[in-house]
């Protein structure tokens, strides 16, 4: 057994290279734990480690892409009996294929590889495997089609017995059964992904350039690639520390980074329609660009010594650094003062425990060491309870008191914040200075990314930041707003009447209600959006209508908003999936846009209405005061000055997006109730950050009243 | 060398030896690897090539290294620029004519789609499909000094696309600019029903339907269009249509609210006076 692993893990299909050390299993991050416990501690938090694998909104996401698809996001491996679109033999997937010149490939694995690389490779030996292999395609295809009503949530393969055998919940999606333990393949993104880092995998990112979609060659040995270039022996030689200095200074690059942090979808008929680009190994295979992120970031101003630090800047720098919690530096960028945190400043501590884990307890130095807390926008949605249930007891609350070793906050969601207020700067000093009755009025927001990417950055197309806006007079007489939510019901999720929660409210430039699809008798399942939902049942222009009007009509009103977004083209003669007023369904003759909340269903994205970095913009708010008489007619009188007040606020998902997962993994979806998430998780779990930044003038009054 | 400085070093090193192994030979123009400051704007990750469908929407100008439009798509990227960034209307209506000038029905240099086929992955389409992006920008400019050019471009965007949300109400818009205008009583009369028309039009593209409703609790929605149908009627004389389109506005926003968030007091404060005005008992002469 041990053998076999060894020889798999050495020899990976289409990864891996020629590693002149001893192979290694991939290690458990508790095994890291005693020599590198701060580390560990740090990581703990992380959500890329552990609580990725166990959401429930990557595992909605993953369930619904796979509705839609017929079950081609599950991986395959080496002795799979699939085949690809050519008739040959389909056994590798994302991670394993290299180059990927196939669709299916790049589809076996989509969601799974960036989040389990490591253990989906090793699950091209069956006993190491914990996410089986599903039946795809329509009903009519091979072994009667992909099954919605049988289909797991990957989370359920994620839990063993206390001897490691693999053990399922008692229903789909339940709750971990007594006793169970989280799997090897749990912990997702931990050490032995990135410190077993070989470089980038150059042949299987799709532009050639090392970039998206987990194109890392990722080694299993006892070679681990650390920071440092002249590391201390390890005790016992439980792993070499590297010496290498091309792995050491790529695990300490951007590029490195980059290669996750860009997630380049296939593009699905009509194709991507507004970016024509193509993995370069298979010209028949277009993509567009999910995430962004790294792209943003290598073509941006931190890459370049042109920015307020006159030094080129790395994601480390920001992320694995003592940043939002280091010192402040001050600059200017346009208009816009700025006192924020410095990024690269690096405490100083032990990179292991002093006296245990070097080679005859030779000395550590101390050095300038990395945080591995990897803070992002990111707040686990579960329960401190069910965190621990599925991730171990001592999995950490996202909102536990306490401070670290340097004195910062434990919790994850107080770092979550103050890393946001970092993010942008608005100012609203170029207002008009003086309201007339009657006339036009004008605000003026300059705002500013100071992140290294765009912000919001990332799944951009969900994470919502928008400016929230109020004109009052000094009764706070409402004169103008945007920006704002309103407490309303939402039958469609069980929830019939306002619940008091202004955080499960999406802002009101569009009124979308996202079909969650419904179940079909088995042996009636067919791919594509028909029954397995993602097509908007309403689709309405709300009142603070910005986003569309500012991008396409130039207009000056309305929500500023940015969150990016996914967008289906429907080609003629494709039904919009909702009905007129006489009951027929509208079926577009000419192309239509619309913004969509499923990746598969988007067949181009808008990655522009971001803020990107150092850049400022200005957005204006015209709108007309009310006249005498209608102020007359209101019984009011307004009283000066005028209070402008502007701020951002950011909301990691939208509500909108939550509902569509709840129903279509719950037990009125396509494959019955998955237990992922209820009304009750967004009410209980979707937490705005409001006021990251904010900017308050005043404006006199003129006019006759 | 202190530490910092060295792990500079290193990183520079390892950023050039990966430029250096990327692949560059054979590779399709657009889709070679973008080296900031070094490829000119074919591979630039940012310039967004058309396939078959030009990119409706807006690209920061700084990002696309365009020195001199060439094309309809760059033209009208310089004409946002010159609108959004520089506030520069003038130059701005003058590259988004070019563009449009460009991209048209008229002289054959763009087409309506109207078939799937035509669109399918990586299809070639000559002419290239018609934009609407430069259309709705120069005709918002428009507005309210040139409605009736306002209103032709509208017709042309919905040409294009027939179930595009916001369009009629914009032309609703034109043409309520045209009665306030108007020169006498009666082309006032005939541009309010125009609005009335359009605003109407507008509001069967987002019906409110019993499904609707069931799923959101919405009795109404589009708001603003019950607003301006509200205002239309109120100058037509048309007390009965103003108070059902009063009513509609407070229904769309009972769970939205407004941006003019005072025109909801308006709106009952006035539909109060006109209840009471349609419901008095009607005088009968004397006998």
């Known amino acids: 057994m041990g053998v076999a692993l060894s020889a798999v893990a050495q020899t990976p299909t289409g990864n891996g290279g020629d590693v002149p050390f001893k192979s290694q299993p991939i290690q458990q991050p508790q095994s890291c734990l005693p020599c590198h416990q701060r580390q560990y501690d740090e990581l703990r938090q992380s959500v890329k480690s552990g609580y990725r694998n166990v959401s429930p909104l990557f595992n909605g996401l993953e369930t619904a892409g796979n509705f839609i698809t017929g079950g081609l996001l599950r991986p395959v491996y080496a002795d799979s009996t699939k085949l690809d679109t050519n008739g040959q033999p389909l056994n590798s997937n994302m991670f394993t294929t290299s180059p990927i010149t196939d669709g299916l490939q790049l589809r076996a694995g989509f969601c799974f590889t960036c989040h389990n690389a490591n253990y989906e490779r090793l699950a091209n030996d069956p006993t190491q495997r914990e996410v089986p292999e599903v039946t795809t395609g329509a009903a009519s295809a091979v072994g009667g089609g992909f099954r919605p009503d049988l289909f797991r949530p990957l989370r359920d393969y994620h839990m063993t017995d206390t001897s490691g055998k693999q053990i399922l919940p008692a229903s789909i999606g339940g709750y971990p059964p007594s006793g169970a333990l989280p799997s090897k393949g749990t912990a997702g993104i931990s050490c032995d992904l990135c410190h077993n880092e070989g470089g980038p995998d150059l042949e299987r990112s799709f532009k050639g350039d090392g970039f998206a979609n987990t194109s890392l060659i990722i080694n299993s040995s006892i070679e681990k690639v650390g920071p440092f270039p002249f590391p201390v022996d390890v005790k016992n030689n439980f792993h070499i520390a590297s010496n290498d200095q091309s792995k050491i200074s790529f695990l300490r690059s951007s590029a490195f980074c980059g290669a996750c942090h860009d997630v380049r979808l296939p593009g699905g008929g009509p194709g991507d329609l507004a970016n024509n680009e193509f993995n370069v190994h298979a010209p028949s295979l277009p993509y567009f660009r999910l995430e962004n992120l790294n792209t943003e970031f290598q073509t941006g101003a931190y890459n370049t010594p042109n920015n307020p630090f006159g030094k080129t800047l790395r994601c480390q720098d920001c992320h694995m650094s003592l940043f939002p919690y280091s010192p402040t530096s001050t600059y200017t960028v346009g208009n816009i003062n700025v006192t924020n945190a410095t990024p690269a400043v690096f405490a100083q501590n032990y990179a292991a425990v002093p006296g245990i884990s070097t080679d005859q307890n030779y000395p550590l130095p101390l050095r300038q060491v990395v945080d591995h807390h990897f803070t992002g926008t990111d707040v686990p949605l579960l329960s401190a309870t069910e965190l621990q249930a599925r991730l171990g007891p001592d999995y950490p609350d996202p909102y536990e008191p306490g401070v670290d070793g340097y004195g910062n906050p434990l919790a994850l969601a107080s770092r979550r914040q103050k890393l946001l207020e970092q993010a942008a700067r608005i100012d609203a000093t170029q207002t008009d200075p003086q309201a007339i009755l009657g006339q036009d009025f004008t605000v003026r927001v300059n705002a500013v990314g100071l992140s290294g990417h765009r912000f919001p950055a990332g799944f951009s197309q969900e994470r919502t930041a928008y400016i929230q806006l109020s004109v009052t007079d000094d009764n706070g007489f409402v004169l103008y707003q945007s920006g704002y939510r309103v407490d309303k019901p939402h039958p469609d999720t069980g929830e019939m009447a306002p619940d008091g929660n202004l955080d499960d409210e999406d802002n009101e430039h569009v009124h979308v209600v996202v079909d969650g699809g419904q179940a079909v008798p088995v042996g009636s399942y067919a791919t594509g959006a028909g029954n397995n939902g993602s097509k908007n049942l309403v689709f309405e222009l709300g009142p603070d209508n910005g986003p569309d009007d500012r991008v396409y009509s130039g207009v000056d009103a309305g929500l500023v908003l940015f969150r990016n977004e996914l967008t289906v083209i429907f080609a003629p003669g494709t039904p919009l999936g909702r009905n007129d007023a006489n009951g027929n369904p509208i079926v577009p003759a000419k192309p239509h846009y619309e913004e969509t909340f499923n990746a598969a269903t988007a067949n181009t994205v808008d990655n522009y209405r971001s803020l990107q970095p150092l850049v400022p913009r200005q957005f204006r708010y015209k709108f007309t005061m009310p006249t005498k008489a209608e102020l007359a007619e209101l019984g009011v009188t307004l009283k000066a000055p005028l209070h402008v007040h502007t701020q951002i606020n950011d909301e990691h998902f939208p509500p909108v997006f939550m509902r569509y997962l709840v129903k279509t993994t719950g037990p009125s979806g396509p494959g019955g109730d998955k237990q992922l998430l209820t009304e009750a998780t967004i009410d209980t779990y979707l937490k705005t950050n409001p006021n990251l930044t904010s900017s308050d003038v005043t404006a006199t009054l003129g006019g006759a009243q | ?287």
Request: hydrophobic share 40%.
């Open chain 2, 1 to 287: 060398m202190s530490f910092r400085k060295l792990a500079l070093t290193a990183l520079a090193v390892t950023s050039a030896a990966v430029a250096q192994n990327t692949p560059t030979a054979g590779l399709t123009t657009g889709n070679g690897p973008y080296v900031p400051g070094v490829t000119y704007q074919a591979d630039n990750p940012n310039y967004l090539n058309r396939n078959p469908f030009y990119f409706e929407g807006r690209v920061d100008w700084n990002l696309l290294k365009i020195t001199t439009p060439s094309t309809p798509w760059e033209f009208t990227q310089r004409g946002i620029h010159y609108q959004d960034d520089l506030q520069d209307t003038t130059d701005a209506i003058a590259d988004y004519q070019t563009a449009i000038s460009m991209n048209n029905l008229t002289n054959n240099t763009c087409q309506l789609i109207t078939s799937a086929a035509l669109v399918a992955p990586n299809a070639t389409l000559t002419p290239a499909p018609c934009m609407f992006t430069p259309r709705l920008r120069l005709a918002y400019l428009m507005i309210e000094t040139s409605p009736d050019v306002a209103i032709g471009l509208y017709q042309q965007v919905l040409q294009i696309d027939p179930l595009r949300l916001g369009i009629n109400a914009f032309i609703g818009e034109a043409y309520d600019n045209k009665a306030a205008a108007a020169a006498d009583a009666t082309s006032q009369a005939s541009y309010l029903n125009s609005a009335i028309a359009a605003y109407k039009a507008e509001l069967v593209l987002s019906p409110v339907t019993a499904q609707s409703t069931a799923l959101t609790g919405d009795k109404a929605n589009n708001a603003h269009v019950h607003w301006a149908l509200a205002a239309d009627y109120a100058q037509l004389g048309d007390a009965v249509n103003q108070a059902s389109e009063l009513q509609a506005y407070l229904d769309a926003t009972q769970w939205h609210s407004d941006t003019y968030a005072w025109h909801i007091q308006l709106a009952k404060t006035r539909l109060a006076k006109l209840n009471a005005q349609l419901h008095r008992p009607i005088d009968r002469p004397n006998r």
